[in-house]
């Protein structure tokens, strides 16, 4: 138990009973009028013989992890052990009272009857103390039951994350090396140019690598470079649209999640096109969102329906960093054109 724990149990402790023990001096002195030096002496054995059976009852339950059952099974346990450290504290403050000469009344009444009333009144003590001392850990037992479920789902979102991190990074770089391998034996030249700029888009992409989000802007560049290196491919095939208010440009979103859609934006669209077509990245607002459309040409057939890795990491990444707030969603639009929409809502402290 930490020192702070131990430290204030002991003051609940020991004010308690000096409480319990001053209000039954005072109830003496207001009906009888007979407080004298043997009755305090008596009380404060029982206020000592409270706080010795208390404290051996505590270590007891401790040890017998009653706190941890359900209360329809500990109440019962916890009621019995009152009434057996009850008859306890009486037994020994029976025997001390006697021997220190301090029981007033031990003439008048035989010992079973003054043991009936010690363990009475030790009973009128022990069980609102049972009542606090079991409500308070319950209480507290929720609390850090609540605490370490909070801590175990964002362990599992932090895991969930990484997993797939682990798994958008190389996807993305085996995307890449094939545009690259493709340029080898072509153009040995531009092969070299696409080294170049896959190496600033590694770079770019292990520095947000433990990070949740990044801004729209870096997110960005990073895309850019992207696709000036798939350009390098396609040539005239790629042509590329940007509208983006500049407002937009400090917004959050999770890295790799622009590359990822524009990447398969290409893969499934654009290089499936006989001439090519048109990759146009949208940023604005909209309502209270940051609204991100990339439409592409092509169509949204059974490889590009949702289910590719690429578009079920950009769910489940939405999900965990923004909530149920967040949005996603692809269709297909008239004119041969797909359209994925990404919907984050706006921090609004930021």
Known sequence: MPK????????????????????????????????????????????????????????????????????????PKLLLGIIVVSVFAGLIRIGIADRLDLATNRKKLDFPTRLFFVTLQYLFLLVPWILIYYFYHYIEKSRRQQVDTLKLEALVKELELKTIKSHINPHFIFNSLNSIRALIDENPNRARTAITELSNILRSSMQTEKQETVSFEKELNIVKDYLALEHIRFEDRLRVEYEIDADTLNQPIPPMMLQTLVENAIKHGISKQLNGGIVKIISDFKDNYHELVIRNTGRLNGSFNGDGFGLVSTKNRLQLLFGQKANFDIRELKGETVEATVLIPIDPAK
């Open 4 to 75: 702070n724990s131990s430290r204030y149990y002991w003051w609940c402790q020991i004010s308690g009973w000096t409480v319990a023990i001053l209000m039954l001096i005072l109830l003496q002195f207001i009906y009888n009028q007979n407080v004298n030096a043997d009755f305090i002496g008596y009380q404060v054995l029982t206020l000592v013989c409270g706080l010795l059976a208390t404290h051996l009852y505590r270590e007891f339950i401790k040890r017998s992890n009653w706190l941890l059952l359900p209360i329809e099974k500990a109440f």
